[in-house]
């Protein structure tokens, strides 16, 4: 069957990639540069998506110190890159997926809250980054996720209207992303949700397995678009 959209836009962490035993590990050794204690990786990955800082931030909230988050981000950042590569995993489906819209001619770009200088990097060593022409980190723009500025950047750099583009991720900060943007909307039920209900939204395509993403469920007309 055809694609209905020309530009399929993906969230990274949680979407593509199971990245959250590298970024636990990291808030981790963080946490111990400050004689805290560690944290289970199944904590950690109630407070991925929001970005660096964020995450950073509700590790030391839980915590309970209170931080100058300016003296703590260097650390945290040198640890990030240490442990970029340890554990990474591509979820199944993402390849065969990404090949199906390379040879349907979708183009395919990434909206990340993820510092834009690791996002490359990983994609590399997945062997994901030939499929990406265009990047949006966390850090690219004044804004990120969820303001609509990282999407619709991505929309205006193929030549685009939002109605012919698709976002993906897993979370309610990519959800509002979409909205935000006015870009139909597919949510994956595998990622960090953070006791997000995908199901519970109305207008949206809900999908288990990166591949569904090709099947019925994703066209303009169930997800309430024209």
């Not at 990955?45 to 931030?57: E, F, K, P, T």
């Not at 990047?135 to 939002?162: C, M, N, Y």
């Not at 990519?174 to 995908?198: E, K």
Request: some cysteine.
């Amino acid at each position: 069957m055809n694609f209905s959209y020309s530009l399929v836009v993906f969230d990274l962490d949680g979407t593509l990639v199971d990245s959250a035993s590298d970024i636990a590990e990291a808030v981790n050794r963080t946490l111990v540069d400050w004689s805290l204690p560690r944290q289970e990786e199944t904590v950690i990955r109630g407070w991925i998506g929001d970005g660096a800082r964020a995450l950073v931030a509700s590790a030391f909230a839980h915590a309970g110190k209170a931080i100058d988050l300016d003296k703590v981000m260097p650390g945290f950042m040198v640890h990030y890159a240490d442990c970029l590569l340890l554990y990474p995993t591509v979820y199944p489906g993402v390849v065969e997926t990404l090949q199906a819209l390379r040879e349907r001619k979708v183009a395919v770009a990434i909206c990340t809250n993820k510092p834009q200088r690791f996002v490359r990097p990983l994609l590399d060593a997945l062997r994901l980054g030939e499929y990406f022409e265009c990047i949006v980190g966390g850090d690219t723009l004044p804004e990120r996720k969820p303001s609509a500025a990282p999407l619709l950047h991505l929309v205006d750099h193929f030549g685009l209207q939002p109605s012919q583009c698709l976002m993906v991720g897993d979370s309610a900060t990519d959800l509002l992303t979409a909205q935000a943007a006015d870009v139909p909307m597919a949510l994956v039920t595998y990622g960090y949700l953070r006791g997000f209900d995908p199901h519970s939204v109305p207008g949206v395509a809900v999908i288990d397995d990166m591949r569904e993403l090709l099947g019925p469920q994703v066209e303009p007309s169930l997800l309430g678009c024209s």
